[in-house]
């Protein structure tokens, strides 16, 4: 059955892509399954159907960064595919779900054969880069808190009913917050009473709510301004 065409990255191509169907296979994956681990030599690209994913970083101490997260319509494994060096992090399943696994070679093949899919991955690569610079800079001028802020409001989305607020549902763990912006899940643990505290979040069934996510912002750009 073709189902190249139902993946977003892949769909209106503008070329046939029944000859590549069989060069690639979709798989079931497992809560909690490695799909792919630090310098893996594996090339495939990895096309999410279902399910979500957890992209992290080890130090060597052991220490894990976690980088983000990928659901339905996503894909990772491109650098590998593009440049053939060994993967640059871990990539483990945070539920049951479905991937499409396409080789370098067909990757590489549909994009340079592919005027819009091309452009696909231009503006990709080219939005994955700013995010990281956007990060690198949170990291290098903000202190604890306000990495916090920021990590916050780039998980939330605006909250239905509720004009002005944002939410981040499921609410993120403490130590899965540590882990995304360098610090002890003790600390997180910390400002958010502070942050309850001031009434700038509130936890409620299924959903941490940012009440002033305006104010977040403001404390952000004023800490940049004053670190830059």
């Not at 499921?170 to 502070?194: D, M, S, W």
């Amino acid at each position: 059955m073709a189902r190249l065409g139902t993946i977003p990255f892949f769909k209106d191509p503008g070329i046939e892509l029944s000859p590549y169907e069989s060069r690639c296979h979709w798989r079931r994956v497992d809560e909690n399954e490695v799909l792919v681990d630090f310098d893996d030599i594996s090339t495939d690209v990895y096309f999410i159907a279902s399910g979500e994913v957890r992209i992290l970083n080890r130090t060597q101490s052991g220490k894990e960064v976690i980088l983000g997260e990928m659901r339905g319509g996503a894909f990772f494994g491109e650098l590998a595919a593009i440049d053939g060096i060994g993967r640059s992090a871990n990539v483990t399943a945070l539920t049951r779900g479905e991937v499409c696994v396409v080789p370098a070679a067909v990757f590489r093949q549909i994009v340079f054969a592919s005027e819009a899919i091309a452009d696909r991955l231009f503006r990709l690569l080219a939005k994955r880069v700013r995010e990281l610079n956007t990060r690198l800079m949170e990291h290098a001028l903000l202190d604890l808190k306000h990495r916090l802020y920021a990590e916050l409001l780039r998980l939330s989305v605006p909250r239905t009913g509720a004009s002005g607020e944002r939410v981040v549902s499921p609410p993120p763990y403490h130590h899965v917050l540590a882990a995304r912006i360098g610090c002890r899940r003790e600390q997180v643990t910390r400002e958010f009473t502070a942050m309850a505290a001031e009434g700038l979040v509130d936890r409620t069934r299924g959903a941490l709510v940012l009440r002033r996510p305006d104010l977040l912002e403001a404390r952000v750009a004023e800490a940049l301004r004053e670190d830059s």
